[in-house]
């Protein structure tokens, strides 16, 4: 069992907006800003979407963005797109293992 | 441009040891961390341990603590990760990252490693 935890999947239609969300506790998520969001398309090495919460690398359209709110972290995804379709994973620092903690992963699917 | 690139699939019996690597360019090697994530086949991502390969300090997960070695050769800016003796629930895809407090900014392209009889 995952540390962090997230919904098994999630749908949308092409241009709607969903969110996946994140849950942990106050040694994780509710305590420190240091929570990021990867995608994973099959067979590919997960790439990173958001980090420190709400933080665009260069070159991730702007339709993904992430928040927190206490213990849940959220990543909101609009105007959904084909390409958009992949498994997510949230991450977070803990303070009980310097290494941090994955969630379980998010199927996303656009119908 | 950062890359890691990392080393071939690897097909290998139980009891045998193995060793694969990632290759960093395009950034100061000795300056950041860089880990191995494990993905078992239709699974989730999981750390398994971190090295700083400017003084070689290496960190492990309690899962994975015993059970696989992390190093580095800076001289080659190369990471490694290593087995002695390979059990069949060590098949999986097996990633090298970037690390610092909660992000890994750039990954490889992952190393599958396949245990069979």
């Known amino acids: 069992q995952s540390a962090l935890t997230q919904p098994a999947s999630v749908s949308g239609s092409p241009g709607q907006s969903i969110t996946i969300s994140c849950t942990g506790t106050?040694?994780?998520?509710?305590?420190?800003?240091?929570v990021s969001w990867y995608q994973q398309h099959p067979g590919k090495a997960p790439k990173l979407m958001i980090y420190e919460v709400s933080n665009r690398p260069s070159g991730v359209p702007d339709r993904f963005s992430g928040s927190k709110s206490g213990n849940t972290a959220s990543l909101t995804i609009s105007g959904l797109q084909a390409e958009d379709e992949a498994d997510y994973y949230c991450?977070?620092?803990?303070?009980?293992?310097?290494?941090?903690?994955f969630g379980g992963g998010t199927k996303l699917t656009v119908l | 441009e950062v890359q890691l690139v990392q080393s071939g699939a690897e097909v290998k019996k139980p009891g045998e040891s193995l060793k694969i690597s990632c290759k960093g360019s395009g950034y100061s090697f000795t300056s950041y961390w860089i880990g191995w994530v494990r993905q078992m086949p239709g699974k989730g991502l999981e750390w398994m341990g971190i090295?700083?390969?400017?003084?070689?300090?290496?960190r492990y997960s309690p899962s994975f603590q015993g059970q696989v070695t992390i190093s580095a050769d800076k001289s080659i800016s190369t990471a490694y990760l290593q087995w002695s003796s390979l059990k069949a629930s060590d098949t999986a895809m097996y990633y090298c990252a970037t690390w610092r407090v909660g992000t890994s900014d750039y990954w490889g392209q992952g190393t599958l490693v396949t245990v069979s009889s």
């Open positions: 991450s977070s620092y803990t303070s009980s293992s310097t290494l941090g903690v």
């Open positions: 090295i700083y390969p400017g003084d070689s300090d290496t």
């Open positions: 106050s040694s994780d998520v509710g305590g420190y800003n240091y």
